[in-house]
């Protein structure tokens, strides 16, 4: 869906992961990332944050954690990461980044709170009271209090099916004298998701009703007469509702596939981030009319609903300025994504060939590599590394044949 876009806003990123690919220097089943356009995209966005008194906490898991990803965010202002999971957050810390916030997607488990409070996370999310009494419990053990935020929710609130829990809105006055109450932890703010989602009649990004419950739910707190209440306002982030959420009382956003340009507003308007990451592989064979493309890596965000999914092929010699996207069938979601197939009789195709798609990805739930390149467009492109999917485990950078 975003490969169309990248070849007009972009198109440097897919000659160059081409000519990469061709030489050698980065395999097959890897999400290759423009390192200067993701720096320019996250110092747009710090700095429109800092204009609106947003504080950003990047959202790495789309990009499997890079490592080197993680460090220009921090020369660019954006230096503490949101952990979906523990795991997360321990990937984003042990990348260089600081833990801005944790618990939230999902909550810590029992046995690994301790984990959790050795990260000194600035903020901690709870569903419940009990997961607040094990933060507590955690954060004293670390001699340290942990300001946690309470996930709410009010009737009409949208979730996704598995997301929900939370505290009741109507309630949160009460609640968080209850946290208050809690040894290790102070209440300090309340958040839900998604705050805004992608609007497909509109073609825009639009508050949900999660958004103005956290605003009542800060409007009541203020009122009891706490000073200060933090507000958490994921979902779709970019610089163009980054006005939005601060007139709702948002004091904290999470930037995930905004840094990268793969927002779904991203797909049908142009914002100032530029689209930074195609996923790069090759044909292994061929077997009967069709090719057959290693995978590995081809979860496809399905945010944007059925959407077909094409791909530029590529031999020596080709240009990937004047080829012809191609359709792929992908493999089903009930399938392991050994292969993706595309048509031989749609143009020449060869063994070995590079095929370069377009879509958002979802790299911390497959077996892809990433590699962040800088100086793409310059003329001497650099593998800054190859990781895995969950930003560990770096690969040697292949010497050029």
Known sequence: MFLDLTRRRNPALIRDAVALHRAGLIPHNTSVIDLDAVGRNASAF???????????????????????VSAALVRQGITHAVGVDLECAIAASVGGLAIGHLGHLVQIPRHRAGEAAALAPSFWTVFSLDKAREAGAASVAAGREQPVLARISAPGDRFYRGHEGGFDAASIVEVA??????????????????????????????????????????????????????????????????????????????????????????????????????????????????????GGGLYVDPVLGDVPTRALVLGDGDDPDTAQARDVDMPAATAIDYYATLRADQGPVATGDTVVFGFRPQVFVTRGLTAAVSGIGSGAPRVEGIWSADGSAPLAVPTPR
């Open 46 to 68: 710090a700095s429109e944050a800092a204009a609106h008194g947003l504080t950003p906490f990047a959202m790495t898991k789309q990009i499997g954690r890079n490592p080197d």
């Open 177 to 294: 004298d209850q946290i208050d109450a809690i040894d290790g932890v102070r209440f300090a703010g309340v958040t839900s998701f998604p705050a805004t989602l992608f609007d497909a009649e509109s073609g825009t990004a639009a508050s949900t009703p999660n958004l103005a419950t956290l605003t009542r739910a800060k409007e009541a707190l203020l009122a009891a007469g706490r000073e200060h209440v933090e507000l958490n306002a994921p979902g779709t982030t970019s610089t163009s509702i980054l006005g939005t959420l601060a007139a709702a009382g948002a004091t904290q956003v999470e930037p995930g596939h905004g840094l990268t340009g793969t927002t779904p507003l991203h797909a049908v308007t142009d914002l100032i981030e530029e689209p930074a990451i195609v996923y790069v592989s090759e044909v292994s064979h061929l077997w009967g009319p069709d090719a057959y493309v290693f």
